[in-house]
């Protein structure tokens, strides 16, 4: 840890400053006021009067503490000279000035400094009794040397106001201090870059109060960032305090806070004698003292809202341009307290980590050879997090390299207690339901998109999107972005060992009794033995089975199992002696890939299902013998790749998400009930439905028909105001009417090969992107489209007219390729981006924008134009006419300075220019 700014900073010297001055003239007054400031920057001070002991000689002990001391302030005023002791200790403090290590300072307290340096004025009246003694010689050089110091004349600063005087002075040696002191401790590997991201947000010497909050995952390294910068920065506050550990001492008892209250007015004022008497009269008092002088404080390890309305309530407590820094694991602290700047704490990169590694290891940061293998092991699995390295680097340090080996083995299963039991802080301070969601996290839904997760949880009756909230804000899970635009549910290494051993812990060796399962080997073994019990709440497996048989009968005694979910069990593996695998009636989550059975397990009641998986089952239908279970609960049904043949909808009247993507078998999807809660439909690859009636379900927010060849009829909602995504390629469709609706922001129709008649309606005002390619349409109107980005209506042969009646002030890219168009009128698109008019062979008139300043490439082949104007077209780098054989003229304006590619062979042009287009290369 960096050095505490309360003791020296320079460890070669025990005092930072030693003061000289003559005790009758500025003892009780100039100079006590100035030692007091000094100490109260901390800034170890030397003053005769105070620190020599009883029983020593004055003239020794002044000797050694001039030698001790960094820095030397020597006040002249009238009766300095007088003092042969004060010239003795001048002649002391410019012998040590001399060397590189000592810097002394001149104060001209009430004389000029040509006085001491010439002896003249009431300088010479104060020497005037030495002239004839020995040593007047080397005190005369002494005043004279010293006199032409860098120093300060009071008369001359600050108007001689003395309080402001001193002030300057304190600050301009706590800078000098400060400047040739400070240094990251070696052991906080990568502090100072962290350090100065944490300035940057803060953007000292603003004059508001600024209050930022360093967040993240216990361990990871708050405290010490927090306490690096505060040693880094505090000589610039008039008052400092580190209060530590807050959240530990608030809960002790019920005087905790008022004890931290305590703590901050003593360290701020520098005054142990405060006393409060109640939180209350602390808030008062901090309100009342702090308000007048600019403060740097830190309040460590908060952990809930109270702690800082009684430590730092409102930012108006405070004077302009202090600073107060809160470290926690809890987000929502800050957000609670109105905190604006959060800092997240970054863990250490792999080079950091070795480095730290080997300063506790090896005790430097370069590695040992013959143990960097073993490095890199511990530094894997401690993942980045400082504690876990430290704590691992100490343990290791002096030992060999089998004893390096035995302790990474034991590491494997038995988790690190001192990382354990300060992440778990963080987990005992949740409610009840959001342990519970975190223990599901840590053991089960690690590394899963967070709807699935958020899906799953909620099924099985948690407030799930809250809960992974607050698990985020308290550095128990990140959410990541991923490259797929989805987001990720992530948990450190660690804190998912910490939850998988709070499951496991309470019957170590009986897993039997755990609440969740996840290990293949113990599962198998409970499954086949049937040793299931009623603690077994959830079960996930997800290894790949080669040679072993998946047994069920063990789920039979689970009768709290709420969650299982089983992956790439294929059929061959389940047990054939099964002829119904029994699952508990309290399951409310149910994933079986590659279930073998043609239907549920006439045992099963199902009340309790909310989700229900069964991709690439061999499910037939739901239930056997036509039996009508009415599933009320289910939200989720996805049995895509499965060969079921029919559905009856009515079985899951609040069914919200159904996939049977690829279900080639699927004849017929009945919906004999109103599905008002249904927003999400995939049949993509259900080959054999000719007949799709989806009235009764006016929410949808997404619709999958794609590849549903033989799909003849599609009967939509009149009305379908959430309908965001419609996707229906390659139907059989020949009219389509897709009603009312106004958030459609997708519209894939592309290969619909016999698609005659399309009606959009007006109010498909949200559109951006459509695709109609390879119909049978001879018209089509736009409407009021007016934020579509891109068109693609390539290969319709038939399509003789295009109506675009308003500004498309978004419309990026058309490829109306093949098309049978006469007039095409672009006038209204002017932020064209690209452009295809390939082999639009009836093409006789196209009218171009005056200006398309972003269009970037225009290929226009085997037309029938004799004119074209592209007009002002600065960004075009591709033109592409080829086989436009009745083309004879080409406006191409004076600014194509971007035209890389030019292509107008087979056309009927006499003369080209080109202007300047300095680019062109073919």
């Not at 407030?463 to 959410?479: F, P, W």
């Not at 061999?618 to 599933?631: A, C, N, S």
């Not at 086989?883 to 600014?895: A, Q, R």
Request: hydrophobic content about 40%; glycine content about 6%.
């Amino acid at each position: 840890m960096a050095s505490s700014s309360t003791s020296s900073v320079h460890r070669s010297f025990k005092y930072d400053v030693f003061l000289s001055f003559r005790g009758e003239d500025t003892r009780k007054n100039f100079v006590d006021h100035l030692y007091h400031a000094l100490q109260h920057k901390s800034i170890h001070t030397y003053k005769d009067d105070v620190r020599i002991k009883k029983g020593k000689r004055i003239s020794d002990e002044l000797i050694g503490s001039i030698k001790d001391s960094k820095f030397y302030i020597i006040v002249f005023s009238k009766n300095y000279a007088s003092s042969s002791w004060c010239l003795d200790e001048l002649v002391k403090i410019m012998e040590c000035h001399r060397m590189k290590e000592h810097t002394a300072y001149s104060i001209f307290y009430d004389v000029e400094p040509s006085d001491v340096r010439k002896q003249s004025g009431a300088v010479r009246e104060a020497f005037a009794e030495h002239e004839k003694k020995g040593a007047a010689g080397k005190w005369r050089e002494a005043l004279k040397e010293a006199a032409d110091l860098a120093g300060w004349v009071l008369k001359n600063t600050k108007d001689g106001h003395e309080a402001k005087f001193i002030k300057k002075i304190v600050e301009e040696l706590s800078l000098e201090l400060r400047s040739i002191s400070f240094n990251v401790d070696e052991n906080l590997v990568g502090m100072e870059s962290r350090i100065n991201d944490v300035l940057s947000s803060l953007g000292t010497g603003t004059d508001d109060v600024r209050m930022m909050g360093i967040k993240g995952i216990g361990g990871g390294g708050k405290t010490t960032l927090a306490r690096a910068l505060f040693d880094q920065i505090s000589f610039q506050f008039e008052g400092k305090s580190f209060v530590e550990n807050v959240r530990e001492v608030s809960t002790v008892s019920f005087l905790g806070l008022k004890s931290l209250q305590n703590q901050l007015l003593s360290d701020v004022l520098n005054d142990k004698k405060i006393r409060i008497k109640d939180v209350s009269d602390g808030k008062h008092l901090i309100k009342k003292m702090m308000h007048h002088r600019k403060v740097l404080v830190v309040l460590d390890d908060v952990d809930h809202k109270d702690q800082l309305e009684a430590l730092a309530g409102e930012p108006s407590w405070f004077m302009p341009g202090s600073i107060i820094i809160i470290t926690t694991r809890d987000k929502q602290v800050l957000v609670a307290h109105h905190v604006k700047l959060i800092h997240d704490v970054n863990l250490l990169s792999d080079k950091e980590a070795i480095r730290l590694f080997n300063t506790y290891a090896f005790g430097r940061e370069i590695p040992v050879q013959e143990y960097e293998n073993l490095t890199r092991q511990v530094v894997r699995y401690a993942a980045g997090l400082p504690l876990t390295i430290s704590v691992l680097g100490s343990f290791l340090c002096g030992k060999n390299k089998p004893e390096w080996k035995d302790a990474l083995e034991r590491l494997k299963t038995i988790p690190l207690n001192e990382t354990l039991k300060k992440l778990e802080i963080s987990y005992i301070a949740l409610e009840e339901d959001y342990k519970e969601i975190f223990l599901d996290v840590a053991c089960i839904m690690k590394g899963w998109r967070k709807d699935d997760a958020i899906k799953a949880l909620e099924s099985c009756g948690f407030h799930a999107i809250n809960g992974l909230r607050v698990l985020e804000q308290k550095s128990l899970i990140t959410i990541n972005d991923n490259s797929d635009d989805y987001k990720y549910v992530g948990m450190h290494d660690h804190i998912e060992e910490m939850g998988r051993n709070i499951v496991r812990r309470s019957h170590p060796d009986k897993p039997h009794k755990h609440s969740r399962l996840w290990i293949y080997e113990e599962i198998e073994n409970i499954l086949a033995n049937d040793l299931g019990t009623k603690g077994t709440r959830c079960i996930r497996l997800d290894t790949q089975i080669r040679d072993r048989k998946f047994d069920t009968k063990g789920l039979g005694k689970m009768k709290e199992l709420r969650f299982l979910s089983v992956g790439a069990v294929r059929s061959r593996h389940w047990d054939s002696n099964i002829v119904n695998p029994e699952f508990p009636n309290a399951l409310r989550y149910l994933s079986l890939m590659y279930y073998p059975f043609r239907s549920l397990p006439i045992t099963f009641q199902a009340n309790n299902l909310v989700a229900l998986k069964m991709v690439g089952s061999e499910i037939i239908q739901l239930w056997e013998g036509g039996e009508r279970k009415v599933l009320n609960k289910l939200r989720i049904l996805d049995l895509s790749s499965s060969m079921l043949t029919i559905l009856d909808l009515g079985l899951a009247p609040n069914l919200e998400k159904l996939d049977l993507g690829e279900c080639s078998n699927l004849v017929k999807l009945h919906m004999s009930v109103e599905c008002l809660k249904l927003v999400y439909v995939n049949l993509r690859g259900a080959r054999l439905i000719t007949n799709l009636d989806l009235r009764l379900a006016p929410n949808l927010e997404e619709l999958i028909l794609s590849f549903c060849n033989n799909l003849e009829k599609l009967q939509m909602p009149h009305r379908c105001l959430n309908l965001r995504y419609l996707l229906l390629e390659r139907s059989k469709l020949r009219t389509f009417d897709i009603g009312l609706n106004p958030n459609l922001s997708k519209l894939d129709l592309g290969d619909s090969h016999y698609l005659e008649e399309l009606y959009m309606g007006n109010e498909c005002q949200k559109l951006a992107n459509l695709n109609i390619s390879h119909s049978k349409l001879r018209t089509l109107n736009l409407g009021l489209t007016m934020n579509l980005e891109t068109l693609y209506l390539r290969l319709c042969c038939h399509l003789v007219e295009l109506h675009m009646p308003i500004e498309f002030l978004k419309l990026k890219y058309i490829n109306l390729e093949g098309s049978s168009l006469r007039t095409l009128d672009l006038g209204l698109a002017r932020n064209l981006e690209e452009l295809y008019l390939v082999e639009c062979n009836n093409l006789e008139e196209l009218h171009m924008p005056d200006r398309c300043l972003n269009l970037q490439s225009l290929r226009l082949t085997n037309s029938k134009l004799r004119t074209l104007d592209i007009g002002q077209t600065p960004n075009l780098r591709n033109l592409d006419l080829y086989k436009n054989s009745h083309m004879e003229e080409l406006y191409m304006g004076n600014e194509c300075q971007m035209l890389t590619n030019l292509n107008v062979s087979h056309s009927k042009l006499r003369t080209l220019d080109l202007g300047p287009t300095p680019n062109l290369e073919r």
